[in-house]
């Protein structure tokens, strides 16, 4: 499933360090065209020149692509139809590591592999296993979100936002500060734990950022919980369940995955915190021991096109052009009034390092914090 | 041969105490009042989770939750996998510990005692620590099988399953059944499989249930090693639809509960004819 | 009185088999035979090798390694120093205590009163429940805690109108002893599980032969009943404490981490960091249980002794 790459894209750790330490034995063997191995389109002859020799091809192997998640059964229709390639989808609710594994395990089989769609964790820590490429549309990412030789790049993600079930609270707060109301007592959790579950962790991130805290500094976050505790407004252990069942009528979770509550619970609404911006994303690769490299590099041509973004956009992701896309007014206006009203302003991405040091400050005083022994 | 396959072999059962009925029956307030807390303790939770997990979108009773349950992406391929695994574990720990504990039984007596403090060390040792180990441990071509589960599952199995064989065994006369088999002209294995397995059905039929138990309600491991056991599947697809998951946790927990009731059912109605048959 | 019982007297023979080895005189004899005797028995030792003793080693390993694999006592004085682990172990210590002396106590009882029970299905579905829910645990078991003895919830409810409240007399789901009250729900069924074989060995006659000789029920109980039954309910209770200690799924999905158990630690560094080049604390976390875990095996060793005296 697709959550579970967000689940997992934390929890990588165990066999990612084995993986990395396994170096490929050399590029592709077949460069029939340049296209295989081009860096960009225009590397080898131009869009045309893509499209000819991908259809030449004509397959692409994608992997853990849910055809009901982020709008990928549309995507890969599309696709399959507008340039007449095959599209082969193997295991579609596996891991991020399952695409790991498959693209280590079958290195050199037909049936590989091209794309991959992974937590970037695990893009990061299989640097090796990934060719470069830099899509026409490069510049539009922002430089936190790519790897600048192309290696990986994000493609959609969301921002921490607030749920909220109406028919229990009359009022929905809208910032972090506003939880600290004492009409909330007893309604406030956050999806999981966060020493270990991407969600809250991102939850505690932003709440810090709401608080005087920064990308070097999660700690106002883990007092903001710590006081929301002590208040009697916080209540451990938060999860959809939870959300759904009463218990927890307030939820900090992804607002592309709150929608999963919605659809239980149609009196269920999601607002992005007003005093706090904090978004993350999943990457796209391709791996360089891809079959079929150049329907892979036309793949990602496809995906970043404002077509590509606003599929996804669609299946209520948030494409990472995004802010792109409305600028130049080529963004699909209804899909784009689905989403919860995003914080204006530009975005701003942790590093990897601060991600480090911010989780281990988490692991580290997250339990004391909140329960003060 | 019939009299060793007598009422008293100690037995996944709980013990039986004869209705005594030339006394007078005394009213048990106390064994009454602990059944009934019991019960209400180990039931209402399920009623609770039911209760949340059958509801449509307006929150009113609903059996949709169920009905969708065969079309929810992942699910088959978790539960054909859990079941894989939970059959191959089975195989290779009653393979691997039904030949040796007889074998302790008869000719190592002493042998017993360590075998009982490595035993207990599965239970104890914790499962997070164990399959990091065994991840650090173990070669890729076995790290990227999800059998690896099964061979893990086995030392996690072995605690019960030698509880199980150990009371069955110690209730038979190992030596004397063996030897009788062996002075008739049967070879090892004709005795271990039609003399032995056959008065150890109820140990068997525990271990089995145990080990079954274990391997469809495992965790921690399945989800470090990142394989979607039908119990990860559940957590994971509860950020999905939380009344689908809670639904199927539930059916589970249920239909494994009567799976297993059913197989040592059987099995007692089964032994029962036999006997009658023997009596005859 | 030896009875085959799970968690008894290792070396109780009841079939009589006495393995003394008779001939043996001359010592390198003894031993090529003991080596002969020994070889059905290797494939279990090889397994347990590689499935028990080999990770048990890597993981202990590893708790001595930096992050570039050279040797180091940095992770251990970490651990030592950082009053996070020691509270974690604190609370590891702690419920796994609650969780096994109580449920102990209740697992025993409920296995006695359902031994006396005339209704032989009950005791079938009991022993098959059992087995399930000794297994069960994680997200689902601490949603369903949650929504029956949640703030709103069912069971609260109902108290709540008879003016019982427990959330109002200090009863709180998410804190340690509320993790404790949810732990019962497979610990009590482990017990049940693993002492039921040494109820077995409770025979009914016995008891008859007390009550005919005179004895009260008191006497039977603390001539016979306890001293037969108190290895394995030590034994049980022992094996309880260690699956109190290494479970962690569900006190994380019931507390969101806000209550710090060393697996939940251990989980932490291990899953949850992938950069950071922590994993080492998350071993030497592992350590420390493994260490944690054979005192408490000594502990339980001479608590055995102790006992077996005393019941003499």
């Given at each position: 499933m697709f959550v579970n790459k967000l689940k997992v894209s934390v929890a990588a750790g165990l066999l990612s360090a084995a993986l990395v330490g396994v170096s490929l034995s050399g590029g592709s063997a077949s460069a029939a065209t340049s296209c295989n191995t081009a860096k960009s389109a225009a590397a080898c002859g131009g869009m045309s020149a893509l499209i000819k020799a991908a259809k030449k091809e004509g397959v692409l192997n994608v992997i853990t692509l849910p055809a009901n998640w982020a709008n990928y059964g549309a995507i890969i229709s599309d696709f399959s139809k507008k340039y007449g390639i095959k599209i082969v989808s193997e295991n579609p609710d596996g891991s991020s590591q399952d695409e790991i594994n498959a693209v280590e395990q079958d290195k050199g089989r037909s049936s590989a592999p091209d794309v991959l769609d992974v937590g970037t964790s695990y893009a990061t820590s299989n640097l090796n296993l990934l060719a470069p490429y830099k899509v026409a549309t490069w510049s539009d990412i922002p430089a936190a979100l790519k790897d600048p030789q192309g290696r990986w790049f994000d493609d959609y993600g969301g921002y921490v936002s607030i749920g909220c079930n109406t028919k229990i609270v009359t009022t929905c707060p809208t910032s972090f500060a506003q939880l600290t109301n004492p009409p909330y007592k007893n309604e406030v959790g956050i999806n999981g734990d966060p020493t270990e579950a991407s969600a809250a962790f991102s939850a505690v991130f932003a709440a810090a950022l709401a608080n005087g805290g920064s990308f070097d500094n999660i700690q106002p976050g883990i007092q903001f919980f710590a006081t929301l505790n002590k208040d009697g407004n916080y209540v451990p252990g938060g999860s959809a369940a939870t959300a759904e069942s009463g218990t927890t009528p307030i939820l900090i979770w992804w607002d592309y995955l709150q929608d999963s509550i919605k659809q239980a619970l149609p009196t269920w609404t999601v607002n992005i915190p007003t005093d706090a911006s904090y978004a993350a994303y999943y990457s796209q690769a391709i791996s360089a021991t891809a079959p079929h490299p150049a329907a892979a590099r036309l793949w990602e041509e496809y995906l970043y096109s404002t077509t590509g973004q606003n599929l996804w956009l669609q299946g209520n992701a948030r494409p990472v052009e995004l802010p792109t896309l409305v600028k130049n007014g080529t963004v699909n206006k209804t899909w784009l009034a689905e989403l919860p009203a995003a914080p204006a302003g530009t975005v701003t991405y942790p590093t990897l390092a601060q991600l480090a040091t911010a989780k281990n400050t988490v692991a580290a005083n997250w339990a004391s914090a909140i329960s003060g022994s | 041969m019939a009299s060793v396959v007598a009422d008293n072999i100690v037995d996944f059962e709980l013990p039986m105490v004869p209705l005594d009925l030339t006394k007078r029956r005394r009213i048990h307030w106390g064994r009454g009042l602990i059944l009934w807390l019991a019960a209400a303790y180990f039931i209402i939770p399920i009623y609770a989770a039911l209760k949340f997990s059958l509801q449509d979108i307006s929150g009113k009773f609903s059996l949709s939750p169920i009905t969708a349950i065969p079309s929810q992406p992942g699910l088959a391929a978790a539960f054909f996998l859990s079941m894989r695994l939970a059959f191959v574990t089975l195989a290779i720990v009653l393979f691997l510990m039904v030949p040796t504990m007889i074998y302790v039984h008869m000719?190592?007596?002493?042998?017993r005692r360590f075998m009982e403090v490595v035993t207990i060390l599965p239970i104890v040792i914790p499962p997070i620590v164990l399959i990091l180990g065994v991840l650090e441990a173990a070669p890729l071509w076995l790290k990227s099988s999800p059998y690896l589960l099964s061979l893990v599952y086995v030392v996690l199995a072995m605690p019960f399953v030698y509880r199980s064989l150990d009371s069955g065994l110690g209730a038979l006369d190992v030596k004397t059944l063996v030897e009788a088999a062996r002075s008739l002209g049967s070879g090892w294995i004709s005795t271990i499989w039609r003399v032995l397995v056959p008065n150890l059905r109820s140990a068997l039929l525990s271990a089995t249930v145990l080990t079954l138990a274990l391997v469809l309600g495992e965790f921690t491991m399945a989800s470090l090693d990142l394989w979607e056991t039908l119990p990860v599947w559940i957590v994971d697809f509860d950020q999905t639809n939380a009344h689908i998951s809670t639904a199927v946790a539930m059916l589970s927990l249920l239909g494994t509960w009567a799976l297993l009731t059913l197989i040592v059912s059987i099995d007692r109605s089964n032994s029962r004819r036999r006997r009658r048959i023997r009596a005859s | 009185m030896k009875i085959p019982s799970p968690l008894s007297d290792g070396t109780s023979t009841p079939s009589g088999v006495d393995d003394k080895d008779r001939g043996g005189r001359h010592i390198t004899g003894t031993l090529v035979r003991s080596l002969r005797t020994s070889v059905p028995v290797l494939p279990f030792l090889a397994y347990i090798t590689l499935g028990l003793l080999v990770p048990t080693l890597v993981i202990i390993n590893l708790a001595f390694r930096s992050d570039r694999g050279a040797l180091t006592l940095s992770n251990i004085s970490t651990i030592v120093h950082g009053g996070e682990y020691l509270t974690g172990f604190e609370n590891s210590i702690k419920l796994a205590l609650a969780t096994s002396i109580i449920p102990a106590v209740l697992g025993t009882m409920l296995a006695y009163a359902i031994a006396q029970s005339r209704f032989e299905f009950l005791k079938r579905l009991v022993a098959t429940a059992s087995g399930v829910l000794a297994n069960f645990g994680g997200v689902n078991l601490a949603f369903m805690f949650v929504a029956t003895f949640g703030a709103n919830a069912i069971v609260t409810s109902w108290l709540a109108r008879l003016g019982l409240n427990p959330w109002s007399h200090g009863f709180d789901l998410y804190k340690l002893w509320g993790v404790a009250f949810v732990y019962f729900y497979f610990q009590v069924p482990l017990m049940v599980l693993i002492i039921t074989p040494a109820l077995n060995g409770l025979r009914p006659a016995w008891r008859e032969a007390a009550e005919n000789l005179g004895a009260s029920r008191w006497r039977y109980w603390r001539h016979v009943g306890v001293p037969v039954l108190m290895p394995s309910v030590l034994g049980s209770t022992f094996l309880l404490f260690g699956s109190g200690l290494s479970a962690y799924a569900t006190t994380e999905a019931l507390t969101g981490g806000t209550i710090a158990i060393t697996p939940i630690q251990i989980g932490a560094y291990l899953q949850g960091n992938v950069i950071s080049g922590e994993e080492h604390i998350g071993y030497a976390l592992g350590f420390g249980m493994i260490v944690l875990l054979l005192i408490s095996i000594l502990g339980y060793v001479l608590l055995r002794a102790r006992s077996s005296k005393w019941l003499q």
């Open positions: - | 000719k190592m007596p002493r042998f | -």
